[in-house]
């Protein structure tokens, strides 16, 4: 079940919160509670890009985006992750959220995110966001970028983020069975 109770806990924390520039970073404070583990009592894979969430959104109030983006009728989906697993997180350690925006190009917006436990990095994610907008369909990220006040051209993104998006756009669409 989607956390609905600790996002809008977050929501509520985080909603006077000082206001964020578009690349700083958000970080947040979250726990591993006994219905996030797994059948080897560490955090869920799954549930780690769930609570991946519970950075995202308040990142994007802090920067101002869901004020436009509601105002301008637009919608945020994930279109791809990778996510990379190093450190087992267990119940009830302290998890320290990280959460910025790396850039965009003619179709996605790339953010990072890590979670930290006593200082040592557990995950890291890599995610490409869609802007949508009903019948339109994907809003070109340049349009986002205007809306927050920055240049219509993104800062350009690492090697490792660019390579990505290429080796993933290899990929056959729909999967070959």
């Not at 994907?138 to 006040?149: F, H, S």
């Not at 993104?157 to 999967?175: E, F, H």
Request: hydrophobic letters at 40%; glycine letters at 8%; charged letters at 25%.
């Amino acid at each position: 079940m989607y956390p609905y109770l600790r996002m809008i806990k977050e929501i509520v924390k985080y909603r006077n919160a000082p206001p964020l520039g578009a690349f700083e970073t958000h970080v947040s404070h979250h726990i591993c509670w006994p219905w996030d583990i797994d059948p080897w009592l560490e955090l869920n894979n799954g549930r780690t890009l769930t609570l991946y969430d519970l950075g995202r959104i308040p990142m994007a109030t802090r920067t101002g985006l869901d004020k436009i983006a509601r105002a301008k009728g637009w919608g945020l989906a994930v279109a791809g992750a990778s996510v990379r697993y190093r450190k087992r997180v267990k119940t009830f350690d302290r998890i320290e959220m990280r959460t910025r925006l790396m850039g965009w190009d003619a179709r996605f917006v790339y953010m990072d995110q890590s979670m930290w436990v006593r200082g040592e990095c557990t995950s890291q994610a890599l995610l490409r966001s869609a802007i949508t907008q009903g019948k339109r369909g994907i809003v070109p990220p340049a349009e986002m970028a205007v809306a927050l006040g920055l240049p219509p051209e993104s800062p350009p993104l690492p090697g490792w983020v660019r390579a990505w998006s290429d080796a993933d756009a290899q990929r056959p669409w729909p999967p070959v069975a």
